[in-house]
């Protein structure tokens, strides 16, 4: 399966993005999701999941400016980023979780996100 990301860009402090995630295959939201990030020079930390069933878990960090989302007939992740900080600035992944251990083995090649002050 192949995650591909699109969405990222740069913008100022306070402006919102809307980062998608496209699924190869036939997942139809089976598949525990999630949104990771890596900060230059930062360990890389979740930002939100989704399970199957639709519940989400968001980082502290964002709770109340991040929502995540997902589109099973359409195979499609999504993660609103409203109010954003320059501290947001990273490059986020879409992952998967293929055995709902909480490890995410399967990854995308990530979509930057800049945000200036």
């Known amino acids: 399966v192949n995650l591909v990301e699109s969405g990222g860009g740069l913008v100022q402090a306070g402006d919102s993005l809307r980062l998608s995630c496209t699924a190869s295959?036939?997942?139809?939201?089976?598949?525990?999701m999630s949104w990771h990030r890596r900060a230059p020079g930062k360990q890389r930390g979740l930002v939100a999941s989704?399970?199957?069933?639709?519940?989400?878990d968001y980082a502290d960090s964002v709770k109340g400016r991040f929502t995540i989302s997902r589109d099973n007939a359409n195979n499609t992740l999504y993660l609103q980023m409203n109010s954003l900080k320059p501290e947001d600035t990273a490059r986020y992944f879409c992952?998967?979780?293929?055995?709902?251990?909480?490890?995410?083995?399967?990854w995308g090649q990530g979509t930057q996100v800049t945000v200036s002050s």
């Open positions: 295959g036939t997942e139809r939201g089976r598949y525990i």
């Open positions: 989704i399970s199957s069933g639709g519940n989400t």
């Open positions: 992952t998967r979780d293929t055995s709902s251990t909480g490890y995410y083995d399967v």
